[in-house]
């Protein structure tokens, strides 16, 4: 952004103040950090294998799909 005079004028989420974290900040976070680690149990980590067994299937599906469809479009070129 430019001023009236071309000399760039910068604004920062601290808005002209020293940029530090709160005390409230702070709470926040470990709340949050704290909400996430109570979340990784034994469901989380079943849920994590559920969706990399699931992209694994995914993938070997859409390759069985495009495979059996060349084959039937070069089957039917032939015939």
Known sequence: MLSHDHHPVWSTSSLGQEADT???EL???S???GRCQRNQGRLFALKCHGE???RFVASRVV???V???ALVGAA???L
């Open 22 to 24: 709160s005390p409230m």
């Open 27 to 29: 709470a926040a976070l």
């Open 31 to 33: 709340q949050h950090l």
């Open 52 to 54: 990399t067994v699931g």
């Open 63 to 65: 390759t069985t799909v």
């Open 67 to 69: 495979v059996t469809s």
């Open 76 to 78: 039917a070129l032939l």
